[in-house]
């Protein structure tokens, strides 16, 4: 009799701790389900439904709003622009990040000061770093065109336009890319380096047979990431281009941000934000059934 | 539980309270404005910035001073952001249940109009001014016809403006050009375009002769003084009640626009440029552009004594086509947020905004032209019309202007404006036809329009 209360104490403790890991999950849940599931589950009803301007359904149509964007030319723009910058974009950041990674791996002189001058642009905002941009980029009074002592009028000219954007968006994720490839060349065993070297093995044999390797599952994580930024890129084009000149600009969100924040187009917004979601998982899934093959995990 | 354990419920725990606690303010900031002391607060949402946005500090500050204090009242005005940014949240406000989150009042331009001209919280400015027994009539009939939807006056003009051409007239005595002779007509606007043209040494042009890629705003003006008066859109472009398609393509006005526009183009002396038109002007490497009158207070400021600059009525599409250009702009919305006493702090405000002495305060301060006819009687109004004979212009042109020449208002207009840019782009650097250039602007606009009655009928 005497050990019932130390019993419904143990009882208590277990019942509580088989709860407790649910408890926890529990406002990652709240958070997840209001800001990310909900909306995107009612994304995906609005892209199937005809949807006023209120914000409520009209009608429930099946594939059709898909059907009628697929024919429509506006549309087909922002997915050309779209694949253009993803293209153009991934390449240029990954040689940038991983070149100025390279460039400070090996602790010297002066190192953390290089250090601290990539991970600067981490510390500007993305607002702040576009107007910038856009005075730089400005045909007259712009330093760009005055330095090179050219005379390109950026924001007029479709491929121009679409350089600066990329410009811009290699100086925003410079810092973050730079700090993972970083710290990944860093973890590169450097006895596998020296005996390289010992074996007469010169530089670009070292990156390519040691080094690139070593790093590849952050390489891939790097390019997972930028894949992901570039195909939903937006704020960028936002501040900067505002999709012109002509629309050349205009990428996949930036449009959905204009058919459903500017002209309360819920249908068609909801429908092209399907579409970003579809063509971004597609394109990651490609991505890991590369690493299987490209990918060394030591 | 071990250490671990009690850490982590302790972090979720301070977490929930933290949301708790979050929500509640949210749920009480909305109920904070009703609590019934002191004076009724009026919200304004507007999108003021930069001098418009001392104007308008200036113009709630004295209103608070004087009217505001003997009445009681209140102004509080917030910055939203650009024009689209008052009206996206605008709209999160009128789709949420909660009235008395909306602002009293609302500033929008004609793209925010399709979303609160129906809406069931709007006042109708002429009920609400008429019920005070204000009288409308003092208002620029131009002016007050820009926010007219179905013969009822929904908005008060604000801040309001027309299209205008700028020229150089340093320039133009370079060319040998009059300078008090501008382009009349858009055929004169080519051949003025060609001897303005300045090339360097290896043959690429430094100066343009006219810069832009019309877009709806433009063509509200050039199509609208076509044939009397015409319109982009059916229903009076949206005026009478929803468009349900493009007229420009079967009255023929936008054809006789192509083909003065393709005589500029192909004069040599047009630029398309769709970017930092205005800088472009003021740094001198164009000589006309067509822009908003209130650009002019910005560009007087920004070429300085750089060049002589010159503002004219816009030239007209065709010889003939007088009827003059539309207001453009923006204008003051009210919402009832079902609070007492809030209706006749609105009306009190809004007669103060537009009466004549603060009109011609903010016609000074910002460029925008005074929307109330009693501001054109006053003294200093006169003497600053004389002290800047531009500003004239622009007034002189509204009142030669036709009223019935309207802005449109239309579903996707963001859109629409690009469609017709790409478009008139399309047929001068790619060489479509002109007919041809016609139907696919009426096919795609059109597509917006049904897609839009589709799904609010």
């Given at each position: 009799m005497q050990s019932t209360p130390h019993r419904t104490i143990v009882s208590r403790h277990r019942r509580l701790s088989r709860i407790a890991p649910y408890l926890y999950f529990l406002p990652a849940l709240a958070l997840a389900v209001t800001f990310s599931l909900w909306p995107f589950f009612k994304t995906v009803v609005n892209s199937l439904s005809i949807v006023n301007l209120s914000g409520r359904i009209v009608e429930f149509v099946g594939l059709d709003n898909f059907r009628e964007l697929s024919a429509s030319g506006n549309f087909r723009d922002s997915l050309r622009n779209t694949f253009r910058f993803t293209a153009m974009f991934v390449p240029a950041n990954i040689l940038a990040c991983l070149g100025a990674a390279l460039l400070c791996y090996r602790k010297r002189r002066g190192t953390a000061f290089n250090e601290l001058l990539f991970l600067?642009?981490?510390?500007?905002a993305l607002s702040s770093a576009a107007l910038i941009f856009k005075a730089m980029f400005n045909?007259?009074?712009?330093i760009v065109n005055w330095i090179l002592g050219i005379d390109v009028d950026w924001f007029n000219d479709p491929a121009m336009a679409m350089f600066t954007l990329v410009a811009l968006g290699v100086w925003l994720d410079i810092g973050l890319d730079f700090v993972l490839l970083l710290a990944a060349l860093r973890n590169v065993p450097t006895q596998l380096v020296e005996a390289a070297a010992m074996e007469g093995a010169n530089a670009w044999r070292k990156f390519f047979s040691i080094q690139l390797p070593m790093i590849s599952p952050t390489l891939l994580f790097v390019v997972c990431t930028n894949v992901k930024d570039a195909m939903l890129i937006s704020a960028p084009v936002m501040i900067l281009?505002?999709?012109g000149p002509y629309r050349s600009t205009q990428t996949l969100v930036y449009q959905m941000y204009l058919e459903g924040?500017?002209?309360?187009?819920y249908t068609l917004g909801s429908t092209i934000g399907v579409v970003v979601f579809l063509l971004s998982v597609v394109m990651l899934l490609l991505l890991f059934r590369f690493e299987k093959r490209g990918v060394y995990y030591a | 539980m071990n250490h671990a354990t009690k850490c982590i419920a302790r972090i979720c725990l301070t977490g929930c309270i933290a949301l708790a606690a979050m929500w509640s303010l949210f749920a009480g900031g909305s109920k904070e404005s009703a609590i019934k002391n002191g004076p009724t607060e009026i919200i304004w949402w507007h999108s003021n910035s930069g001098l418009l946005g001392q104007a308008t500090d200036t113009l709630v500050q004295e209103f608070n001073e004087t009217v505001g204090a003997e009445r009681n009242i209140k102004v509080v005005p917030v910055f939203q952001g650009k024009a689209a940014d008052v009206l996206t949240k605008l709209r999160a406000v009128m789709q949420s249940?909660?009235?008395?989150?909306?602002?009293d009042i609302a500033q929008l331009d004609a793209t925010g109009i399709i979303d609160v001209?129906?809406?069931?919280?709007?006042?109708p400015m002429e009920v609400l001014m008429s019920e005070a027994g204000?009288?409308?009539?003092?208002?620029?009939p131009g002016a007050a016809l820009s926010v007219t939807y179905k013969d009822t006056m929904?908005?008060?003009?604000?801040n309001s403006s027309t299209i205008l051409l700028y020229y150089n007239k340093d320039a133009f005595r370079q060319a040998g050009l009059?300078?008090?002779?501008?382009?009349?007509?858009i055929e004169q606007m080519a051949e003025y375009a060609k001897a303005l043209i300045v090339r360097n040494a290896q043959g690429?042009?430094?100066?343009?002769g006219f810069a832009g890629v019309p877009t709806s705003y433009e063509l509200c003006a050039w199509i609208g003084q076509q044939h009397g008066v015409s319109y982009l859109t059916d229903m009076r472009n949206g005026h009478d009640g929803?468009?349900?398609?493009?007229?420009f393509d079967e009255d023929g006005t936008m054809e006789v626009f192509l083909t003065e526009w393709k005589k500029l183009w192909d004069s040599g002396g047009l630029a398309n440029l769709t970017s930092s038109v205005t800088q472009e002007f003021a740094a001198g490497k164009v000589a006309m552009i067509a822009a908003s009158t209130s650009n002019l207070t910005t560009l007087l400021a920004s070429i300085g004594d750089r060049f002589e600059l010159g503002v004219a009525y816009l030239?007209?599409?065709?010889?003939?086509?007088?009827s003059g250009v539309n207001v453009g702009g923006g204008a003051l919305f009210a919402f009832d947020?079902?609070?007492?006493g809030h209706k006749e702090a609105v009306e009190a405000f809004i007669e103060f905004a537009v009466s004549a002495e603060q009109q011609l305060a903010w016609h000074v301060g910002t460029g925008y032209f005074p929307v109330n006819l009693g501001t054109y009687e006053l003294e200093e109004f006169k003497a600053h019309t004389e002290r800047n004979p531009l500003f004239q212009v622009a007034i002189d042109q509204l009142h030669d202007?036709?009223?019935?020449v309207q802005g449109v208002w239309i579903p996707s207009g963001y859109q629409v404006y690009y469609a017709f840019q790409n478009g008139i782009r399309d047929m001068l650097e790619n060489n479509k036809s002109i007919p041809q250039t016609v139907q696919d602007l009426a096919t795609e606009i059109n597509k917006y329009i049904s897609d839009y009655n589709r799904m609010n009928r």
């Open positions: 600067l642009p981490m510390a500007v045909p007259t009074i712009g281009t505002e999709g924040f500017k002209s309360g187009n | 249940k909660n009235p008395a989150d909306l602002p001209r129906s809406y069931e919280r709007m006042i204000y009288d409308l009539s003092q208002l620029e929904i908005g008060m003009p604000f009059d300078p008090d002779r501008p382009p009349k007509t690429k042009i430094e100066r343009y929803d468009p349900t398609k493009v007229v030239p007209m599409v065709v010889e003939g086509a007088d947020r079902g609070l007492q202007s036709d009223p019935r």
